[in-house]
């Protein structure tokens, strides 16, 4: 068993190396400082990469009327209010930047005949503002930032799983973490940290998270620290995910399916979507399609596997290969299914943390001096539903701008305050699991809040299953105390998945707990004990382990946005 450990020193460090992460620490680099980026999964398959849709900024290539104010509007409607203003200026503001930094290093956008970077529209945008690179917009992204970073030199790590943010006196000074592959330890001196490790979706059955990504990771590290969550229940499920295999599930069948046609039937053969948005149909919001899918399988009258029918078969075959060729590749890859011939077998999928680590709108910093969230681990963008392609802006503009916070706090420091004890803690966190031989297995422990999660928090929730939600995961907890870890030849990827656990637990309750709290139904938050909206919770839900649940108040809209609010329509977009 390997007990060697390094020891690096660095200005910042960021946790993670998606997207955001990388944006981040480029700007670190372009300003002369010191980084260092360190990732569990290896940087050219984060999960950035599978971001499809496409990137928002109000260009007005396509159409010229169209500006930031108008994409903000656009945004906080579609956030059920629950959106941050400030947030939301922030980004929209800093779009227009953001496709032009990755313009100069070199990322290869769709482009209209003389030259113009095309644009599209996407679900409840009230202008074609979607810029793209073919259905695989996020791993070109991913690839440009991976490249400019190269260029720069910036020092990556694959493969290192950082288990705790180290903090003294509430101000940060580094991290501790292990190689996956022979166990060597790692602590990292830092003056600034900076963590984009993803969010929560992992912790519910079926997911278009991958396997060992978006475990919560972000939540317990951020929460051991000392800082708090925002809005853990606020999850965006998306309608389409495969049902089979099962080491698939979750996987996306691309929401361009529908919005070329595609129909949604249930197990009778029923077109069911003329019940629940007989005016949309499928081109109805992201939620509302989730919500109708989840009520038909419920209800009985979904297939045999706990699912609904995305039907493309009567469309022109040169169609679905033209304009669906990854569904189509997809499909035959992991089914053998030909979708012209037959129809695909789908169901609602966990897709998108809308919540995450509470940060502050200006510079993204957490309670804890040092600390600072991005990318699908922070909070404060996207509200009760997310507005499809703000995900892939939001890293571009928050990366550049935390990476100056993160150097500007850097820079204040007079001198960087460290902690044996917090070290020493760190080190025994890991030397307990690997010495640890009980009978529980990390695999199963993870199914089980999986299945919790899916049975009692999924597309509608209830005070009931949330109430026997946090009882399951009591039960979990307690049988966390007895598992056994199993170092082998091939590594140590046990240990990982005991940290990946850890991780789950923590995102559950949050998640359990903010839920039960949010007595209404708001977006992507259905509650059928509370079908309605309820004024007095337009309010952000911050919760700790300490405080657990409390409300914060949401400040008001300007007035020059608020006015450009309204109802848009879906008639010829994509749905988001």
């Keep these: 068993m390997s007990t060697r450990e390094r020891q690096i020193s660095t200005t910042v460090l960021v946790i993670g190396t998606g997207g955001s992460g990388l944006r981040a620490a480029i700007e670190v680099a372009e300003r002369g400082v010191d980084v260092l980026a360190v990732g569990k999964r290896p940087r050219n398959d984060a999960h950035t990469s599978l971001a499809a849709g496409g990137i928002n900024a109000a260009l007005g290539t396509m159409d010229t009327d169209d500006t930031w104010q108008q994409h903000a509007a656009d945004t906080i409607k579609e956030s059920y209010l629950l959106a941050n203003p400030h947030t939301v200026e922030v980004v929209t503001q800093g779009a227009e930047r953001g496709i032009r930094d990755l313009e100069r ?32 917009t996020g791993l070109e992204i991913q690839r440009t930032l991976v490249r400019r970073a190269e260029q720069l030199d910036v020092p990556i790590l694959d493969g290192i799983y950082i288990t705790r943010i180290l903090v003294k006196d509430n101000v940060v000074f580094g991290a501790y973490g292990f190689d996956q592959n022979d166990g060597t330890r790692y602590l990292i001196h830092a003056d600034a940290v900076i963590l984009a490790a993803g969010g929560h979706t992992r912790i519910w059955r079926r997911t278009s998270s991958r ?16 800082a708090r969550l925002r809005d853990p229940e606020l999850v965006q499920f998306h309608p389409s995910g495969i049902i089979e295999p099962e080491n698939a599930a979750g996987t996306l069948i691309s929401e361009a399916a529908r919005g070329e046609g595609g129909v949604l039937r249930n197990a009778l053969g029923e077109r069911f979507m003329s019940k629940y948005d007989p005016e949309r149909m499928e081109l109805s919001t992201r939620d509302r399609v989730a919500l109708a899918a989840y009520t ?28 669906l060729p990854r569904v189509y590749q997809t499909m035959m890859e992991l089914q053998m299914l030909d979708i012209t011939t037959d129809p695909i077998e789908i169901a609602p999928t966990a897709h998108y943390s809308m919540g995450g680590v509470w940060v502050r709108p200006e510079d993204h910093g957490t309670d804890v001096d040092g600390l600072y969230a991005i990318g699908e681990a922070s909070s404060g963008l996207h509200g009760a539903n997310r507005l499809g392609g703000n995900s892939l802006i939001e890293l571009l503009v928050y990366g550049r701008i935390v990476g100056q916070a993160a150097i500007a706090h850097a820079s204040s420091l007079d001198a960087q ?10 080190r025994a966190e890991i030397d307990d699991l690997l010495a640890s031989d009980g009978r529980e297995n990390v695999r199963a422990l993870q199914r089980a809040i999986r299945n919790t999660m899916t049975e009692h928090a999924g597309v509608v929730r209830s005070a009931e299953g949330l109430r026997a939600g946090l009882a399951d995961i009591d039960l979990i907890e307690g049988r966390m105390e007895d598992i056994g870890i199993h170092p082998d030849i091939a590594g140590f990827q046990d240990l990982a998945h005991a940290f990946d656990l850890k991780g789950s637990a923590v995102a559950a309750r949050a998640t359990l707990e903010a839920a039960l709290e949010r007595r209404e139904t708001r977006g992507a938050h259905n509650r059928s004990d509370f079908p309605d909206a309820d004024p007095t919770l337009q309010v952000n839900l911050v919760w700790s382990p300490m405080s ?14 608020h006015a450009l609010m309204r109802e848009v329509s879906s008639e010829g977009k994509l749905v988001e």
């Design 548 to 561: 657990g649940v409390t409300r914060e108040e949401i400040p008001p809209v300007p007035e020059e946005i």
């Design 211 to 226: 396997r060992d990504e978006n475990t919560g990771d972000s939540f317990r590290l951020a929460v051991d620290a000392g």
């Design 417 to 426: 305050r460290r902690s044996p004890e917090a070290v020493a803690r760190a």
């Design 105 to 136: 290093w070199g990322m290869d956008f769709a482009r209209e005949d003389d030259g113009r970077i095309s644009q599209r529209f996407f679900g409840a945008h009230t202008f074609r503002r979607t810029a793209f690179a073919g259905d695989y």
């Design 296 to 323: 038909e399988i419920k209800e009985g009258r979904g297939t045999e596997n706990g699912g609904v029918w995305l039907d493309v078969s009567h469309l022109p075959r040169e169609t679905i290969m033209s304009r």
